[in-house]
């Protein structure tokens, strides 16, 4: 499914549970390059986050990180 949104210019919405966040973002490093990426957790609650970077620095950074709920992962459009 990544393969055939990789030309997608907008900017592509994801909801997934955040214990497979870090498998996620392998596959976006696969098919689509290391975009950048926003993963957003607890959204409009007072705990809300934000975790903004490049793919592949999230996903070497993932143990930072506490990976339960849900999550909103928004990845950067192809702009080139």
Known sequence: ?????????????????????VEF???????????KVVIAREMTKIHEEFIRGLASDLVASAGKFVLKGEATVLVHGNRQ
């Open 1 to 21: 499914m990544l393969t055939s949104l990789a030309g997608e210019e907008a900017t592509l919405v994801f909801y997934l549970p955040l214990r497979r966040t």
């Open 25 to 35: 973002l392998g596959s976006v490093i696969e098919n689509l390059g290391d975009r």
